[in-house]
């Protein structure tokens, strides 16, 4: 063994810090992601830019990665993490938020128990790293698992237990921890699309694919990722010709199917770089549509509209399987705000449709405050308007079904062949004059 060195010295005679292991940056980024999300309530998608700056995209897909699985297994890693504390530790302590990601790593990404900690470490140093590195052993080497089927928040499984029944809260729970198809709209029938299975004419499922920008087709823009469910609204306005307006449009999903079924369609939506997304959605696709950039609370058309889509911004739970992060920033007051900010739009737009005209109510949200109940609302408002259902052969099979006049798409729906994201879908005629 060589001669024992001093540690290196900063030139103001500090010890120097030893260099970050390799992989710790996306760590940190991964602690920054949950902290946004936990902490200030910010989506995990808007926080990426901000937390991962600087980083490469390998490295800014594995703090998204790490953050994301983080937050579809936070309530079992809390559990664990507990069990191994005297006193449980607040939150959104750093120390907790360190070991959610050691152990998220471990226990459910496949990192060695090494790896994990060690890029772990640093982000706890100058505090609790004695007491992270101890928890996460002795979790570790006891053999700690999670368990096969995720929990919930507490909160969300108490909210859908009570409004759809346990079996529903169990379903979302095997949601989370299978990985979501990819599904695509296909332009028309005939489009080149990559082989998978199909719920409809114009629609493939692809499970495990490879980047979308790999996939046949996606240059010559013959279709667009859009799940399933996602994709029904647009389908309960039918083809073409007529005059489509789609009230909140971005990033375009909608828009394109609009547009692909022969409506003239204008797409409005409020948020400038979310309507720079839809531009070069069309523009992929080669679809047309009028896009304007305004407020559908401020804006009215010039004319009133043969089919008129409110694809409503919501508190969006139906989409906890690619977007864990609203497990956990849906409260009570936001689905209150959103339901009121829905109601607004409807009641608004419901003067732009023609009399016989359609219009077409959508929410991805599984809150009833967001779909039956403000539907029922409108409907007691509403003298001119009538819930008309959807009929065999307008949506693919499997989804056709309830008496009530629209359509719920819980978690368990289609679970079969892989699920869908959660939606509320209601078709409105307006009588004719
Ligand atoms: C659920 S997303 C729409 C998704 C889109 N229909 C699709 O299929 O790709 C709701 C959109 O409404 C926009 N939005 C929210 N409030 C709005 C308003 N007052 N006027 C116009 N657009 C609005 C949001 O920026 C968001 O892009």
Redo the contacts with the bound molecule.
């Keep these: 063994m060589g001669p024992m060195l001093p540690p290196a010295k900063t030139p103001n005679n500090r010890p120097r810090r030893p260099a970050d292991p390799p992989g710790t940056a996306a760590r940190r980024a991964a602690m920054r992601l949950l902290d946004a999300v936990l902490r200030r309530g910010d989506p995990l998608e808007a926080a990426l830019p901000a937390a991962t700056r600087g980083l490469e995209g390998p490295d800014r897909g594995l703090a998204h990665a790490i953050a994301a699985e983080a937050l579809r297994r936070l309530p079992d890693l809390d559990a664990l993490i507990d069990s191994a504390t005297r006193q449980p530790l607040p939150a959104n302590a750093k120390a907790r938020t360190a070991l959610r990601i050691a152990l998220v790593q471990t226990l459910s990404l496949g990192t060695p128990p090494h790896a994990a900690i060690a890029t772990v470490l640093p982000l706890v140093d100058g505090g609790p790293r004695k007491l992270v590195h101890g928890v996460f052993g002795a979790l570790t080497r006891g053999g700690a698992a999670l368990p096969e089927l995720p929990s919930l928040p507490a909160e969300v499984a108490a909210r859908w237990g009570a409004n759809w029944g346990n079996a529903v809260v169990d379903a979302a729970a095997a949601a989370i921890a299978a990985p979501p198809p990819l599904d695509l709209t296909l332009a028309d029938p005939d489009a080149l699309a990559p082989e998978g299975t199909s719920l409809a004419p114009d629609h493939r499922r692809l499970v495990d694919p490879a980047p979308v920008t790999n996939l046949a087709g996606y240059a010559e823009g013959t279709w667009w990722v859009?799940d399933i469910a996602?994709s029904l609204p647009a389908r309960l306005l039918g083809r073409g010709p007529g005059k489509a307006l789609?009230?909140?449009?971005?990033?375009?999903?909608?828009?394109m199917q609009l547009a692909a079924a022969g409506w003239d369609v204008t797409a409005?939506?409020?948020?400038p770089s979310?309507a720079a997304r839809?531009h070069e959605n069309l523009s992929r696709t080669h679809l047309p549509a009028k896009v304007v950039i305004?407020?559908?609370?401020d804006?009215e058309p010039a004319e009133p509209m043969d089919a008129l889509?409110l694809?409503?911004?919501?508190s969006?739970t139906g989409i906890f399987r690619r977007h864990p992060d609203v497990l956990y920033r849906a409260h009570p007051a936001i689905i209150a705000e959103m339901a009121a900010?829905q109601a607004r739009?409807l009641d608004r737009a419901a003067g732009w449709v023609r009399p016989g005209g359609r219009l077409v109510f959508a929410?991805?949200s599984l809150e009833p405050e967001e779909g039956e109940a403000q539907i029922e609302r409108f409907l007691a408002t509403r003298a001119d308007y009538a819930l008309e259902p959807a009929t065999a052969g307008e949506l693919p099979a499997k989804l056709i079904r309830d008496a009530a006049g629209f359509l719920r798409l819980l978690p368990g729906t289609l679970a079969d062949v892989g699920g869908c994201d959660g939606f509320f879908i209601a078709r409105l005629k307006r009588a004719s004059a």
């Design positions: 859009q996602a789609d009230l909140c449009a971005a990033p375009g999903g909608k828009t409005l939506e409020i948020a979310r839809l305004a407020d559908a609370l804006w889509l694809d409503a911004p919501c969006a900010l739009l929410t991805c």
